[in-house]
């Protein structure tokens, strides 16, 4: 089949890659100038196929007064006039349940750790492809000893899940890893797991892109997509810069671009952009940075090591789809950073900003699949776990476009 993929991100670019694999003509459209420029490009690093837990999730909503009127706070909302922002809020607000946030919890694990062994079967298949993987393991850190006892009554429901965890006293946490050893005083304990993974994905996106074209994948980039429509025999063509491209079949990866892409066509996905943030240390002394992708629950900021840089990420500001900086929130992020690992910041390293939306569904399940319309294919919503889902989400969509037996129960993902 010929098919043509909309946009040139992680998904974009790993459902090129499992299509090209089955054998299909793929083509890659995008309007910038390159892969991976946007969401892709400096997203957290962090592969966390066992920590996949929506974000709508119990206890959330009593919190949000707290988080909406701090700065530094991980959630913030700015109201607008806008129908889409307040119809997602409304919908993310009913499925803060604990019913709700553990259905989405064992779906997203399904993809989560089909998408784990994926990678690792990449990473032996393309010896070429080098973007600092590294399986580092995660771990999550409690400095407040309720949330941190909390943690470990949810060990064995983790287990019944398929994910192996295990509690650390703080004394251990600074054992695995020493450089931590500044918050040893602040920290109630942590919870490790040591299956996931760390990585670049912009590098990722890079290195893929390279095989693709030696492949035979074809790539037009510096190609905006102004539109889809319907063409008389029921088909759907893409629009761009007023000509018309056509292929037998179509696949809209396109972050938070989707919606108002689809909405013409009567296809309605939840997906808002999240706006978050992320600042990347160049480091001269590699000691001072953990080699254990860490996460700091209360701050919910993450740090995953990446060669001799450090990316530190964070935050989700619910204001629309402007990709403006908050120099506030970045100063907040810098702040974080300092506290946390005081020798980073004294490194006096390098340090690049970025800032990024994240293409989220109010429950965190990604759409993945068919459309009412037999040649247009959806691979979007991935909201923060686009690059853990990337792959599993790649072949369930090839599975699901030659009609083929599911790896994941696929209507968890299908388009309502």
């Excluded at 349940?97 to 997203?108: H, M, P, V, Y």
């Excluded at 952009?273 to 590699?286: A, I, N, V």
């Excluded at 000691?287 to 990420?313: E, H, I, M």
């Amino acid at each position: 089949m010929q098919i043509m993929v909309l946009g040139a991100g992680v998904i974009g670019l790993t459902s090129a890659y499992y299509l090209n694999r089955a054998g299909h003509q793929v083509v890659i459209v995008d309007r910038h100038g390159d892969v991976a420029a946007e969401t892709s490009f400096g997203n957290a690093g962090q592969l966390s196929y066992s920590y996949v837990a929506p974000l709508a999730g119990p206890g959330v909503l009593s919190k949000l007064p707290l988080w909406l009127t701090r700065k530094d706070s991980p959630v913030r909302l700015r109201p607008s006039m806008s129908p889409a922002q307040w119809r997602w809020c409304l919908q993310f607000a009913l499925a803060c349940s604990r019913k709700r946030s553990e259905i989405t919890t064992r779906q997203l694990l399904s993809l989560s750790f089909a998408s784990r062994t994926l990678i690792h079967q990449m990473l032996r298949d393309e010896p070429q492809l080098d973007f600092d993987f590294q399986q580092s393991g995660k771990l999550v850190l409690h400095r407040d000893a309720h949330a941190m006892q909390s943690a470990v009554d949810l060990l064995e429901f983790q287990r019944s899940l398929g994910c192996e965890q295990s509690a650390l006293s703080a004394d251990e946490c600074v054992a695995l890893e020493p450089a931590l050893a500044d918050m040893h005083k602040e920290l109630a304990g942590g919870i490790y797991t040591s299956s996931e993974d760390t990585a670049d994905c912009h590098r990722f996106c890079q290195g893929l892109a390279e095989i693709l074209r030696a492949r035979g994948v074809e790539f037009a980039l510096h190609t905006p997509i102004d539109a889809l429509r319907r063409s008389p025999r029921g088909h759907i063509e893409v629009r761009s810069n007023g000509t018309t491209l056509q292929a037998q079949n179509i696949v809209v990866a396109m972050g938070t671009g989707a919606a108002r892409l689809l909405k013409p066509l009567g296809i309605d996905v939840p997906v808002y952009p999240l706006k978050g943030y992320s600042l990347t240390y160049h480091l001269d002394e590699p000691s001072a940075a953990p080699r254990v992708s860490v996460t700091d629950f209360a701050r919910k900021v993450v740090y995953a090591r990446l060669g001799n840089r450090l990316r530190v990420a964070g935050m989700a500001d619910i204001e629309g789809y402007s990709r403006r900086p908050d120099p506030a929130r970045l100063a907040a992020l810098r702040a974080e950073t300092a506290a946390f690992l005081p020798k980073v910041v004294a490194d006096r390293g390098e340090v690049s900003e970025w800032t990024g939306l994240r293409p989220a569904t109010p429950r965190g399940t990604p759409i993945i699949g068919a459309t009412p319309y037999r040649n247009l294919w959806l691979n979007v919503g991935h909201g923060a776990l686009g690059f853990t889902l990337a792959a599993g989400s790649a072949v369930l969509l090839t599975s699901c476009l030659e009609n083929r037996a599911d790896p994941v129960p696929s209507n968890a993902f299908a388009l309502q």
